[in-house]
């Protein structure tokens, strides 16, 4: 049998039997942890880390009347830093799965891990965000994280069981989504603007606007705009000479990707729909 990850996990063929394990463990194949494992693994501890910063940096100290205003802003640029991180664990796992092999348990693992990183950390990091902004309701933020989340959890779930094109994803892809979330936190709009941007980025996920998947310069086109990213939050925290212009700019360009795209899908889905009308008709006459 060869179980495939529809994502971006490589095909897995185990042995034929036991009694070709070079090692000579006792422990059976399905448990054995391959390096893109070992990556997954890394996004899901990011993930985790995230939701502890923004808890012990962001939420305690406003409950206890703390006026540490920089350590909040620390503590916010170290979980998205976090969530970035786990990003770049989610792109090279399946780099690193394609050119070697994964084990059976890669799928499971990448669906649990983006769940952690990309649905509970910035779902958590809203929620957050509606107890302390002072413009903010803080049940319409919950409603609003719960959104977030199950927007996560229903996109990984039908990813699991459908079937798409090659180098394609339908829907904002988690990780995505995820920084565009946090995005429209930082720049700290109006509430009720923030949060339609983020009910939107939620459809997004659950959408079937077509994504193109992170491989070749693209992929590296997304590492770097990551690891741009993270200067960007660094310098904020640090309070950097325009550091805050520079955070709000980073964001803003997240955003207006996030909305761009699925005008450029649109379009081409339009357009391909016309030609084949074109060739349809062609077809047609004598």
């Keep these: 049998m060869t179980v495939i990850d529809p994502d971006s996990k490589a095909d897995w063929v185990p042995e034929a039997d036991g009694e070709?394990?070079?090692?000579?463990?006792?422990?059976?194949?399905?448990?054995?942890?391959?390096?893109?494992?070992?990556?997954?693994?890394?996004?899901?501890?990011?993930?985790?880390?995230?939701?502890?910063?923004?808890?012990?940096?962001?939420?305690?100290?406003?409950?206890?009347?703390?006026?540490?205003?920089?350590?909040?802003?620390?503590?916010?640029?170290?979980?998205?830093?976090?969530?970035?991180?786990?990003?770049?664990?989610?792109?090279?796992?399946?780099?690193?799965?394609?050119?070697?092999?994964?084990?059976?348990?890669?799928?499971?693992?990448?669906?649990?891990?983006?769940?952690?990183?990309?649905?509970?950390?910035?779902?958590?990091?809203?929620?957050?965000?509606?107890?302390?902004?002072?413009?903010?309701?803080?049940?319409?933020?919950?409603?609003?994280?719960?959104?977030?989340?199950?927007?996560?959890?229903?996109?990984?779930?039908?990813?699991?069981?459908?079937?798409?094109?090659?180098?394609?994803?339908?829907?904002?892809?988690?990780?995505f989504g995820a920084l565009t979330v946090v995005s429209i936190v930082l720049l700290e709009l109006p509430f009720i603007p923030t949060l339609l941007a983020i009910v939107g980025v939620a459809w997004l996920m659950v959408s079937r606007v077509e994504y193109p998947k992170p491989r070749g310069v693209l992929a590296v086109a997304m590492l770097g705009w990551i690891v741009a990213a993270m200067g960007l939050l660094a310098a904020w925290a640090f309070d950097a000479p325009g550091g805050q212009l520079l955070l709000q700019t980073g964001c803003a360009l997240q955003v207006v990707l996030g909305a761009v795209i699925p005008l450029f899908a649109t379009a081409r889905r339009v357009n391909t729909f016309r030609d084949n009308r074109r060739e349809a008709r062609a077809a047609q006459l004598p």
Excluded: W
Excluded at 61 to 70: F, I, N
Excluded at 130 to 152: E, K, N, P
């Design 20 to 175: 070709n394990d070079v090692d000579g463990d006792d422990m059976p194949l399905s448990m054995r942890l391959s390096i893109a494992d070992t990556l997954t693994l890394g996004n899901a501890t990011c993930g985790f880390m995230a939701v502890y910063f923004t808890t012990t940096g962001i939420l305690i100290p406003h409950l206890t009347g703390s006026d540490e205003t920089g350590m909040a802003r620390h503590s916010a640029a170290t979980a998205v830093i976090l969530m970035l991180m786990a990003a770049i664990f989610d792109l090279f796992d399946g780099l690193v799965a394609r050119k070697l092999r994964s084990s059976p348990m890669g799928a499971e693992l990448d669906n649990l891990s983006d769940l952690i990183s990309f649905g509970l950390a910035p779902a958590y990091f809203v929620l957050v965000y509606g107890m302390v902004a002072d413009d903010a309701h803080q049940r319409v933020s919950a409603l609003a994280a719960i959104v977030v989340l199950l927007a996560v959890v229903l996109r990984l779930a039908r990813f699991s069981c459908v079937t798409l094109k090659d180098g394609m994803f339908q829907g904002m892809p988690s990780p």
